[in-house]
């Protein structure tokens, strides 16, 4: 007797629950390194003779090196995900991860270690980059493939959720922290408590790992290739790429918000610290209800469309948001940030289900991670990298804003030629 999506329901809830917790925990050490990268990292590991402009391109270089890695392990996790189950590759990540963001906070800095420390920074952000890598794909699936049939926008969203609720979570620890901590001392350890708290993780990780079944579908199927990876690449490569160049625009647009926005507010226009920390926590927490929203949407009138006025919304929004940041008024900062992730929750929100309709199962996660993590590599990693160079180049942010229409272009033409093209054993 066939089951009904009724019965499905509580039990897919609930992984997709645990699923963006565990998503939510991983983006939280992924982020706090950015956040510390626009804020501490400068100073504290490179010389400081070194002029605040070129320690500053420095820290966010090692911030770019995770976005380097990350395909790295979307392919990594995702032929063992593909061979040997979505959850055993999704548990490993989180174990990496966990470990590689609390050695982070034992790093000595440049004064004590010399250029050691920031060599080791860079092999851990590596680590970090490689763990991030494969955790979406796995936390995306196993809420994809243990949903029912007509609903794998929504549940989907929930994995995506998990992005800004790590971004709420790295900024609360550091506004708690850079207010309670003298700022002698928050520079020397108090910016290290946020990276020690991921230790966390592996207890997530370990619950996943004893609470969660392997998708039915998944562990019953006989049929995946020897080398998952080299099959989806040979029968489906054009389709990863143009994958990675529809996601472009959501990572641009998503760290200049959450990361560069920060850096520029406090040492261009000398915004507090706060100000800026707190406008990037409140657009994270509307997206929050809005990346379910449009997931639910795109269950209902397909991913396509909701993407595309995602990327032409952002696209437009990208002449507002800097004016607004260097208006100076801390409600004008806000809404420009927040209305900025609003748009791209219209891209992210239904991407997960996009990208999963796009690949047969046995090389699913091999297929969608690494056309994501391609995006991020051209997108995100070397965003804050590039608008930093274009303000020193220029003297204003305008190239920043069409740099980040010129991303919204791609994705915009990227989705189009991607369509959607939903595979039937999902």
Request: neutral net charge.
């Given at each position: ?411 915009l033409v990227c989705v189009l030629l991607l369509g959607r093209k939903r595979n039937a054993r999902i």
């Open positions: 007797m066939a089951t009904s999506p009724e019965p499905q329901a509580k039990p897919s809830l609930r992984i997709a629950a645990m699923a963006s917790a565990g998503a939510a925990i991983e983006w939280y050490d992924f982020f706090i390194y950015g956040t510390a990268a626009a804020l501490v990292f400068p100073k504290l590991f490179f010389p400081a003779d070194l002029p605040p402009f070129v320690a500053q391109i420095a820290a966010f270089s090692t911030f770019a090196v995770g976005f380097v890695a990350r395909p790295i392990g979307g392919m990594v996790f995702g032929h063992f995900g593909d061979l040997y189950g979505r959850k055993r590759a999704l548990v490993a990540a989180m174990f990496i991860m966990g470990l590689a963001t609390t050695l982070i906070g034992l790093l000595p800095g440049y004064a004590t270690w010399g250029v050691a420390a920031p060599l080791l920074l860079v092999v851990l952000r590596f680590v970090q980059g490689l763990a991030v890598g494969g955790q979406w794909g796995g936390a995306a699936l196993m809420a994809i493939e243990n949903a029912p049939a007509h609903r794998h926008g929504f549940y989907s969203s929930f994995v995506q959720v998990g992005v800004p609720l790590g971004v709420v979570l790295a900024n609360t620890v550091f506004l708690i922290a850079s207010t309670l901590i003298e700022p002698a001392s928050f520079a020397a350890w108090g910016w290290r408590i946020g990276f020690l708290l991921s230790v966390s993780l592996i207890f997530v990780g370990i619950a996943m790992h004893h609470m969660v079944t392997e998708p039915e579908a998944v562990a019953q199927q006989q049929e995946t290739p020897v080398s998952p990876l080299w099959t989806v690449l040979r029968e489906h490569g054009l389709t990863v790429l143009i994958a990675g160049g529809a996601f472009i625009a959501n990572n641009v647009c998503f760290y200049i918000a959450i990361t560069y926005a920060v850096a520029y507010g406090t040492a261009t226009i000398g915004i507090p610290r706060e100000t800026m920390l707190l406008a990037v926590m409140v657009g994270s927490l509307v997206m929050i209800p809005a990346l379910i929203v449009c997931g639910a949407l795109s269950d209902r009138f397909g991913r396509k469309g909701i993407f595309v006025l995602g990327a032409l919304l952002s696209g437009i929004w990208a002449f507002a948001v800097f004016p607004l940041i260097e208006s100076g008024s801390p409600l004008a900062i806000v809404l420009g940030i927040t209305i900025a992730l609003a748009f791209v929750s219209m891209m992210y929100g239904p991407q997960a289900a996009l990208f999963a309709e796009l690949f047969p199962r046995e090389v699913r996660y091999s297929g969608a991670s690494l056309g994501y993590q391609i995006g991020t590599v051209a997108g995100g990693g070397f965003a804050p990298i590039i608008a930093t160079a274009l303000l020193a180049r220029y003297g204003t942010s305008m190239p920043i804003s069409i740099y980040l229409a010129a991303t919204c272009a791609i994705s």
